[in-house]
């Protein structure tokens, strides 16, 4: 079945560390998102790609980093200079036909915890 | 700019009740409108989309959204709940051109009582 795959489902990062979330899709989707979630405060776009080897930063892109070197793949590295990264985030892809009005396909995402 | 409200952070209603959620949004454009459902430590869930024609949108698990362009509203309606329904449930809008991921609403916790 095509899908999105996050992962890890939890992970812990000490001060001053990066880590890197990984996210893959098999839907053949040109557009991959990242979003923060937090409680009470909806979803937040991190960063979007609608095409290899190209990316934007989104709402909240400050401390963040992706990279698109396959279609099928949308890395995030959340880097030391995040400060408040305990969060849940996750990763969505949706084709580009249209304009507009294909829905986003979402990863069960990942829960990341400052030890 | 796009912009969604959702209208109550946490709405409870008995088992076999009507559902009533509440999203306003704004855009200058025609919208296209979403409504995910999230269950806990879960990613999103389509439930229902607006993009054009009818206003009276039926998407899964027995939920309804009707498109009011005169109330800039997209409500989601059920009309008896059960205790599965109870979730998180997002709004969102989408951008028609350039940058087409979606705002969302801070979204709306549902609890079924029984």
């Known amino acids: 079945d095509g899908g999105i795959t996050q992962s890890p489902k939890y992970l812990f990062r000490k001060e001053g560390q990066n880590v890197t979330l990984s996210c893959e899709q098999n839907?053949?989707?040109?557009?991959m998102y990242w979003y923060r979630q937090d409680p009470g405060q909806g979803l937040r776009l991190i960063y979007y790609s609608q095409i290899v080897n190209d990316f934007q930063k989104g709402d909240i892109a400050e401390g963040y980093s992706v990279s698109r070197e396959k279609k099928e793949s949308f890395p995030l590295t959340v880097t030391s200079a995040q400060k408040n990264p305990t969060a849940f985030y996750l990763c969505?892809?949706?084709?580009?036909?249209?304009?507009?009005?294909?829905?986003?396909?979402f990863g069960d995402g990942t829960r990341l915890s400052i030890l | 700019a796009q912009s969604v409200t959702q209208l109550g952070s946490h709405v409870s209603v008995s088992e076999g009740a009507l559902v009533l959620l509440r999203c306003n949004y704004s855009s200058s454009v025609p919208p296209y409108l979403f409504w995910y459902v999230q269950y806990p430590n879960q990613g999103l869930q389509l439930l229902l989309k607006?993009?054009?024609?009818?206003?009276l949108v039926k998407g899964i698990n027995g939920f309804e959204a009707e498109f009011k362009k005169s109330e800039t509203s997209f409500h989601l309606t059920k009309p008896s709940a059960h205790m599965s329904d109870a979730a998180e449930y997002f709004c969102a809008v989408s951008g028609h051109t350039g940058r087409r991921a979606l705002t969302f609403g801070s979204g709306t916790r549902l609890q079924v009582q029984p």
């Open positions: 839907l053949n989707h040109d557009a």
């Open positions: 607006y993009t054009t024609g009818a206003t």
């Open positions: 969505a892809s949706s084709s580009l036909m249209g304009q507009g009005d294909q829905p986003q396909h």
